[in-house]
Nanobody, 116 residues
Framework: QVQLVESGGGLVQTGGSLRLSCAAS????????MGWLRQVPGKEREFVAR????????NYADSVKGRFAISRDNAKNTVYLQMNSLKPEDTAVYYCAADLRSGTYWGQGTQVTVFS
């Protein structure tokens, strides 16, 4: 199993920046991918970004390309999401996820609110 703890959410004005962190513990050696998804009430959870844990390749949702950047620190077992040029439509609960062959593990979520 893997345990994930997110931090860094908060309230920010349109155009501002936030950096989310997600620290993993447990069977981190078995992680294949780490990523971020987000969810607003009444909607399904949507993909934001992911990173290959060993190689570092990244993927992004079209809605965040050029504004968000995912990165990792393997030594700290931590993944980051740098969010720039934030928009009100980025408001959501952001969840960290870790993919292992045994399944997907989730963090508890952190609220990001962007106001105009």
């Amino acid at each position: 199993q893997v345990q994930l703890v997110e931090s860094g959410g908060g309230l920010v004005q349109t155009g501002g920046s936030l950096r989310l962190s997600c620290a993993a513990s447990g069977r981190t050696v078995s992680m294949l991918y780490m990523g971020w998804l987000r969810q607003v009430p009444g909607k399904e959870r949507e993909f934001v970004a992911r990173i290959v844990w060993s190689g570092g390749s990244t993927n992004y949702a079209d809605s965040v390309k050029g504004r968000f950047a995912i990165s990792r620190d393997n030594a700290k077992n931590t993944v980051y999401l740098q969010m720039n040029s934030l928009k009100p439509e980025d408001t959501a609960v952001y969840y960290c996820a870790a993919d292992l062959r045994s399944g997907t593990y989730w963090g508890q979520g952190t609220q990001v609110t962007v106001f105009s």
